[in-house]
């Protein structure tokens, strides 16, 4: 049963570029959670989603961040005219319902802006 | 806003000492995750508890959820060098989505 994955790894964007990350959910998971981890910080919450829908999307920037989790397809989070500031990684996490407890994480993808 | 602070940032231990790394919050949460992350991986999950006053052991490392499902606790006895990694908890409320600590740092040297 293949865990979560993310694509790509890494990723190098220059500055005004669009950054687009993918994850698949395990195997039989419904749910897509995505975090950010900045350097020497904790991981922060940003969106959740259901197939094609949003859930909560408290922790998402109001400009430049979206989120998709269409019914065919990888969940995707992309991000709009890249700044310095996005440089983080970015994990993505699934469950298999809403009322369950734990998250499985993905490796992440590692987004550097130029 | 729920926080999560955990303590300490830091901790450096000769291999076979015991170590203790808190979890604590002035919020209630419905159940508290531990992950162990390596350098350029995910988090991986070690433990789940979702009871108040719950302890779960694997193998060395003991996890504890306060009675009132505010704080927690990861116990490790005789730590090996692969013990060496950094250990998160997170905490999951209404909604879902976890609120993480800011991890502890772990150093097992030989």
């Known amino acids: 049963n293949a865990g979560v994955m993310q694509n790509p790894r890494h990723l190098v964007r220059r500055r005004g570029q669009e950054a687009r990350l993918r994850c698949s959910p395990m195997?039989?998971?419904?749910?897509v959670y995505w975090y950010r981890q900045l350097p020497e910080e904790g991981l922060k919450f940003m969106v959740y989603l259901q197939k094609e829908n949003i859930i909560d999307e408290s922790g998402m920037p109001k400009e430049r961040f979206s989120a998709e989790f269409p019914k065919e397809g990888p969940s995707i989070l992309r991000i709009q005219q890249v700044v310095r500031g996005d440089s983080a990684a970015y994990f993505c996490?699934?469950?298999?319902?809403?009322?369950?407890?734990?998250?499985?994480f993905g490796p992440g993808t590692r987004l550097t802006v130029l | 806003t729920q926080l999560l602070e955990q303590s300490p940032q830091f901790l450096s231990i000769q291999e076979g000492e015991n170590l203790t790394v808190y979890c604590n919050s002035s919020?209630?949460?419905?159940?508290l995750q531990w992950y162990r992350q390596e350098p350029g991986e995910g988090p991986v999950l070690l433990v789940t508890v979702v009871t108040g006053g719950e302890v779960k052991k694997l193998k060395r490392l003991t996890f504890q959820f306060g009675d009132a499902r505010k704080d927690s606790s990861l116990h490790i006895t005789a730590a090996q060098t692969g013990d060496t990694g950094l250990y998160l908890c997170a905490g999951k409320a209404a909604g879902n989505k976890l609120t993480f600590g800011g991890g502890t740092r772990v150093l097992v040297k030989p």
């Open positions: 919020s209630v949460f419905s159940s």
């Open positions: 996490a699934s469950s298999p319902g809403p009322y369950t407890d734990t998250q499985y």
């Open positions: 195997k039989g998971h419904s749910h």
